[in-house]
């Protein structure tokens, strides 16, 4: 079948389409309809079915493949290379499911995953899932206030931690972040479960509240635990992203249509197979860790990394190194790591022998061509751009050489994915149906299977931020502009709100504002997005003094600038750290007290800052250009 009529299908014949891949997953019970969409836009995928993604990640694979690789950890941080069998995988996903339930945890309790990139991480995503409970893991760059941010909102029972991580090989604290986050929550754990690497010989024990992991999973070596048969709709995670809130949404997703989903995309767009291994270089802490870390290579029966490390240390070809090591045919890399690796010598790509690898997938940012024309040169193989958000949980745009072979254009992400049917809307909501003019993509719902359901604990927050962006027309906005050429090819062009991507990570301006708001002489302040080389995007923030007299001199400025960072860094985390913080003291706004966001990060990154005539006062404008010109 070709692409076109296999995605005509599915979109034309959801049921039929849906029914046909629920076949790739385990269900213990079968459903009773494949779709509910009796309440729009909300969507309901393999009603009264009953399965558990655990059992599709392990328990299914262990007659035929019970000795096989499913787990493979390298660090380079620590020097440790392990691999796992789904066999013993099972068994450590029973002693943590084990630790768990006896800590209280039982189906529908929360479960806060706050972990370095090492096995037990993924042991504790899907022990939890195991039991029926959810899990939401934080990424561990984020800094003790969005700990407990999300802490707070999702109100977990248990939180599963580490002593530290380790990154360029020093030892980066997790547990001392977990104890500051405990004391801002309102509404903390009552345990911490702690899986002690020894990196942090200062680490600070709370008596009766944190759990040596080491000693409780010794009490459970041959304990048993069955999984947990939870309805396909059954929430299996949330996982936080940024949005133009201050406040981070909790993206949440289902079991059965995420399972059917992931096991659709290893067959379709991946071509993974059972017995192969899957390298994605992501991190557990992100959408992609979940889907393409954990989930859908287990899911396929494939053997997936775990990489602690760089992807430069020991040198540039550990990568290569890895695939050569473990044969690995399909690799999940982001546009940013690749620009990382232009720049070293890509003799270490010619090192090892790479011929196991078919393709490598690339997501998260805008891949420039350059950079995709590059490595697929020095690859010599098909490297796909695919694009998707935290939201989905899968591709909305990707090449299907699983479907059909097309050709790669450089700096496309090529289609819409099986199930999405994407559209590109004007402003005023009119559908844009000419080749190369530009519109915001959006999918017109149902969502696919293994989309976000809602938002934790927030339906009106999910409708009304997804689905309220055009006039009469309930449909899901990405919030990224798109176009799409004659051949139906779609290119992405960047955020229509004021989100911004830092190296592939999300990071919502408002954010840093509230962070950089909190110095107390600050009176307000702008942050943008300014495109850059290496990581697509780095914010840079404008601040206005409450009292302009304490940062006269160059040196009172740097003192300043220095002091706001260190607030980014506390309250997000460096990843969230401006490249400047520049003192004005006046912000661009319109009449009606619109900060000019867009004027101002044209002017940060050397454009015509378009049109002003909204504008209350040319001066602030002037402040930008010049803080710019110094
Ligand atoms: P996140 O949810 O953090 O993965 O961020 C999703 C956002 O990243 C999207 O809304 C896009 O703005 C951007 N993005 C993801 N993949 C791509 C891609 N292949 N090309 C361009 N932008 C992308």
Not at 275 to 293: K, L, Q
Request: net charge neutral; hydrophobic share 40%; aromatic share 10%.
């Amino acid at each position: 079948m070709n692409y076109k009529e296999f995605h005509r299908q599915s979109i034309e014949q959801p049921d039929a389409f849906w029914g046909e891949q629920s076949k790739l997953v385990h269900w213990n019970k079968p459903f009773s309809s494949v779709l509910d969409y009796s309440k729009p836009p909300f969507s309901k995928w393999f009603v009264g079915g009953e399965t558990n993604l655990c059992y599709n990640a392990i328990d299914r694979h262990l007659a035929t493949r019970g000795d096989q690789p499913a787990l493979i950890f390298v660090s380079t941080e620590t020097n440790t290379e392990k691999v796992y069998s789904f066999r013993e995988l099972h068994a450590e996903v029973q002693r943590m499911a084990a630790v768990l339930q006896r800590l209280g945890v039982g189906k529908g309790d929360r479960v806060l995953i706050y972990m370095p990139m090492i096995p037990e991480a993924i042991f504790a995503m899907l022990a939890t899932v195991r039991i029926g409970a959810i899990h939401s893991v934080v990424f561990g760059g984020f800094a003790a206030n969005s700990l407990a941010t999300r802490i707070d909102d999702a109100q977990p029972k248990v939180m599963v931690t580490s002593d530290a991580g380790m990154r360029g090989g020093k030892a980066v604290p997790y547990k001392h972040l977990v104890d500051e986050s405990i004391r801002l929550s309102a509404t903390p754990p009552s345990k911490v479960v702690i899986v002690n690497r020894g990196l942090d010989k200062d680490m600070p024990i709370v008596a009766g509240r944190d759990l040596d992991y080491a000693t409780l999973r010794q009490q459970e070596m041959d304990t048993k635990v069955d999984c947990v048969w939870v309805e396909s709709s059954h929430p299996s995670y949330i996982l936080y992203t940024s949005g133009t809130t201050g406040k981070p949404k909790g993206v949440q997703r289902d079991t059965g249509g995420y399972a059917v989903a992931l096991a659709a995309t290893m067959k379709y767009i991946y071509c993974g197979n059972a017995g192969e291994t899957y390298f994605s270089t992501s991190d557990i802490g992100w959408v992609v860790g979940h889907s393409y870390i954990v989930y859908g290579p287990l899911i396929s029966g494939m053997a997936t990394v775990c990489y602690e490390g760089l992807p430069i240390r020991p040198d540039p070809g550990i990568w290569w190194k890895i695939v050569q090591d473990y044969k690995v045919t399909v690799m999940f890399s982001a546009p940013t790591a690749i620009r990382v690796l232009k720049k070293q010598d890509p003799a270490f790509i010619k090192k090892y022998d790479i011929s196991s690898l078919r393709h490598v997938f690339l997501a998260g940012e805008p891949l420039d061509e350059t950079t995709h024309r590059w490595i697929e040169g020095e690859l010599g193989l098909p490297v796909y751009d695919h694009y998707w958000q935290t939201e989905t949980g899968w591709a909305i745009l990707a090449s299907q050489p699983g479907v059909e072979m097309s050709p790669t254009k450089p700096g496309s992400p090529a289609f819409a994915a099986f199930g999405y049917d994407v559209k590109l809307l004007q402003e005023d909501g009119t559908e844009i149906t000419e080749p190369n003019e530009k519109g915001v993509v959006v999918v017109v719902p149902p969502l696919p299977p293994g989309c976000l359901t809602t938002v934790w604990g927030q339906d009106d927050r999910y409708v009304q931020t997804y689905y309220t962006s055009f006039p009469n027309k309930q449909v899901y906005s990405t919030f990224d502009w798109g176009i799409r050429d004659k051949d139906g090819y779609y290119f992405i062009l960047g955020r229509t709100d004021d989100v911004i991507n830092v190296a592939g990570h999300r990071l919502g301006t408002r954010e840093i504002e509230e962070a950089i708001g909190s110095h107390p002489a600050v009176a307000e302040c702008a942050v943008v997005g300014v495109a850059d080389q290496l990581k697509g995007q780095m914010p840079m923030a404008f601040a206005v003094l409450k009292d302009s007299s304490i940062a006269e001199t160059a040196e009172q400025r740097a003192k300043l600038e220095k002091e706001i960072m260190g607030r980014v860094d506390a309250a997000l985390g460096a990843i969230g750290r401006p490249s400047r913080v520049h003192i004005i003291s006046q912000l661009p706004k319109t009449r009606s007290g619109k900060v000019l966001r867009r004027s101002i990060q044209a002017i940060a990154e050397g454009r015509d800052p378009g049109d002003l005539t909204t504008l209350d006062d040319q001066a602030g404008i002037e402040q930008i250009k010049s803080a710019m010109a110094k």
